[in-house]
């Protein structure tokens, strides 16, 4: 008979990872090998991404924000070389959709930070939305066409324009370097430019790198494969949407969306999994 991990212990490891524990740290508590670990990760991820893509159908949004967080998988991007594949290694992006309202993630998606991305990810957001909603995002240029051809005029949409001043390098070169001006930019439909914003999807990005252990910048624990980042994403935004509660609206994302009426919880996810 195969040596399958017990369920108690299969919710121990994902607790563990999906609130910001490295693999190898998990396996030092658990006694639970590493390679199990992250075979445990993508399959419970693979069940995590197969229940959002099913529940997060029909929403009700009236803003939505978006932005990218920046990761790298094996190598970064100065160490790529000709013998790489290059859609494989290197810089990979989370674009990343926000309601404001509910705190909802809508849509998520990991690639290379292109117009093909960029169009998928806008896709796949229409996709999920039922009302004509106001967009937000910053002016990353591809953004702009795959707006346009996703949502034809069925949108309002605007996008922060932000001016940054030149950063010296050498020490405290890894501080961000300081905004200079900010604009409001009308692109499509009537915004209301006092409600655009990517204030708080920006701020999301803190909480993905405190939650997610392989974006930590300056350690070991970047993602060594693709399908490792991709299942690391699909398993933290399906538990901030449906597990974790949000201090500011009393319950988790989902719930104040509409999605669902109670909280699940990490046993449900590994038990879907299953």
Known sequence: MANVLKLDRQVAVISALVEGASVRSIERMTGVHRDTILRLMIRVANG????????LRNLDCDRIEM?????????????????????????????VA?????????????GKRTADTTHAFVRDLKS?????VQL??????????AVEEVFGHDVD?????KSYEETPSGRGRYSPPRIVSVEKDEKIGYPDLDLVSTSLVERQNLTIRMQVRRLT??????????????????????????VRFHRTIRCTPAMEAGVVSSPVTVRDLVEMAA
């Not at 995590?48 to 529940?55: G, I, K, L, R």
């Not at 624990?221 to 935004?237: C, V």
Request: proline residues 3%.
């Open 48 to 55: 995590c991404a197969a229940f959002s893509n099913q529940s």
């Open 67 to 95: 932005d990218e967080i920046w990761a790298y998988v094996g190598k970064k991007q100065r160490r790529v070389s000709d013998d790489d594949n290059r859609r494989l290694v290197g810089d990979q992006y989370t674009f």
């Open 98 to 110: 926000l309601d404001p309202d509910s705190k909802l993630i809508p849509s998520w998606l990991v």
């Open 128 to 132: 999920r939305l039922k009302n004509r």
């Open 136 to 145: 937000s995002s910053d002016a990353f240029e591809p953004y702009l066409r």
């Open 157 to 161: 949409y605007a996008q922060i324009v």
């Open 217 to 242: 910048r300056l350690t070991n624990a970047f993602s060594k494969k693709l399908e490792n980042l991709r299942a690391a994403m699909d398993l933290h935004f399906t538990h901030y949407n449906f």
